[in-house]
């Protein structure tokens, strides 16, 4: 077990990999990318709770519990035994969720809903497919650069997408660009963090910034993409000319490596994720101009709601009920049914079952989730009628405040759906 003030995603990947059974960090939030690499390696990750650490002695008895947030120092035999208890239940529950893995994630109503897993890493795949996944709606590639000293040539990311294409057998795979800065500093090239990293120069703007480095994982993407069902999305965009100075990269990298004489798919779908509120607001201009759309709402919420996703002071305000939230989500879905193009959503909001119905009811019939909550929410989907949520979801976007949308939600979701229903965040 490990406990720090703060990690980061390339500290949790080495302690992961050395062999520690979980972490507890003072700083940091449920979203942070640390957090979403412990997920990626079935490793609990507790963020956000102050004053615990100075009060740790080696030899302490320490239960932290990922699902629920909860870190406890030198429990009794009472909490130890509730706690184990807990864990047997969780246990069964989820092994009656993986059974249904064969079954079709079709709304009582006959709407079929894709599925998809969210991969950080290459290990992933197989928990993914087991676990029922339709595709990967979204695999964070940068991740393939946070561990080492140099950069990832191209023929290392060639053989990556190779590697997960042919572990999927078929299914589609989404890789998302580089989304490197921010919290995600690779050791091998030095980006500025400006005064605000989380509003400076990361995501597509280093992609941009670092041609070079760019280009090199679209050649990659482009070669592999004859292979097999590949799609590339790209973070961070805000607005209709970053698009187009995207695309115009996408097709010059084509007419490389046609001069090369390699081969590669053309035409591979683009996609933007809308991640920034002004993405948000103008979809329906930026979904004209690529094949889909995904909703990155780790990101859109702490832009739209002005909340550090990984600061542990504002983690109050992160809330993905919001009625700004819900009302941007329906403004995208919208768009891209005006569009007739698909979308689908991939932050962390898609994964959590209390949210599913909400989603059906804006409009999602695509989720990308992390891979163990495909059985969850899957069997959420199988019980509920989509004319049902639509109604409920017209209810709460009446409501005022994100307590009050939270509220409605549970209510219906402990009375409809018990089993699944956990007062637990994904
Ligand atoms: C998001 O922002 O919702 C997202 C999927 O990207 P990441 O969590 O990697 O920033
Ligand atoms: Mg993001």
């Known amino acids: 077990m490990v406990f720090a003030h703060d990690l980061s995603p390339a500290d949790v990947t080495q302690l992961g990999r050395a062999g520690v059974s979980g972490f507890f960090t003072e700083g940091g939030g449920k979203t942070s990318h640390a957090a979403l690499v412990a997920r990626a390696l079935g490793l609990p990750l507790v963020a956000g709770v102050q004053g615990f650490i100075k009060h740790i002695r080696t030899g302490m008895t320490v239960i932290v519990d990922g699902g629920r ?64 996944a339709d595709g990967i709606g979204l695999f964070r590639t940068e991740f393939l650069y946070l561990e080492r000293s140099t950069l990832p040539t191209e023929e290392e990311q060639y053989q990556h997408a190779l590697s997960a294409l042919r572990a999927m057998n078929g299914r589609d795979v989404c890789f998302r660009s580089l989304d490197l800065g921010g919290d995600k500093l690779p050791t091998s090239v030095r980006i500025p963090a400006g005064n605000n990293p989380a509003l400076g120069l990361r995501s597509i703007r280093y992609s941009l910034w670092r041609r070079d480095v760019f280009k090199l994982q679209l050649r990659a993407f482009y070669r592999a993409a004859a292979v097999g069902p590949l799609r590339l999305m790209f973070p961070l965009i805000s607005g209709v000319a970053e698009l187009r100075t995207v695309r115009e990269l996408c097709s010059s990298v084509c007419a490389e490596l046609q001069r090369d004489g390699l081969e590669h798919n053309p035409e591979v779908p683009l996609g933007v994720m809308i991640e920034t509120p002004s993405a948000a607001v103008i979809a329906d201009l930026l979904v004209e101009e690529c094949d889909f759309l995904s909703i990155g709402t780790n990101d859109l919420i702490q832009y739209a709601l002005a909340a550090d996703r990984q600061d542990e002071h504002v983690g109050y305000l992160y809330h993905p009920l919001h009625p700004a939230i819900l009302r941007l989500i329906k403004q995208v879905t919208a768009a891209a049914k005006r569009a007739g193009k698909p979308v689908s959503m991939c932050g962390d909001m898609a994964g959590d079952p209390r949210f599913c119905w909400v989603l059906l009811g804006l409009g999602l019939r695509a ?36 307590d009050e949308v939270e509220e409605a939600v549970n209510r219906v979701m402990k009375e409809r759906f018990p089993i699944e229903f956990t007062e637990e965040t994904s």
């Open 367 to 402: 989720l990308s989730m992390a891979p163990r909550q495909i059985p969850r929410v899957k069997s959420i989907v199988r019980g509920t009628r989509i004319a049902f949520a639509e109604k409920l979801t017209e209810e709460i976007l009446g409501l005022r405040t994100e």
């Open 69 to 132: 947030g909860e870190v406890i120092l030198e429990p009794d035999t009472e909490i130890q035994g509730r706690f184990a208890d807990r864990a047997a239940r969780d246990l069964v529950q989820t092994e009656r969720l993986a059974r249904a893995r064969e079954a079709p994630a079709i709304s009582l109503d006959g709407e079929r809903v894709h599925l998809a897993a969210n991969v950080e890493l290459l290990e992933e795949i197989p928990i993914s497919v087991e676990l029922g």
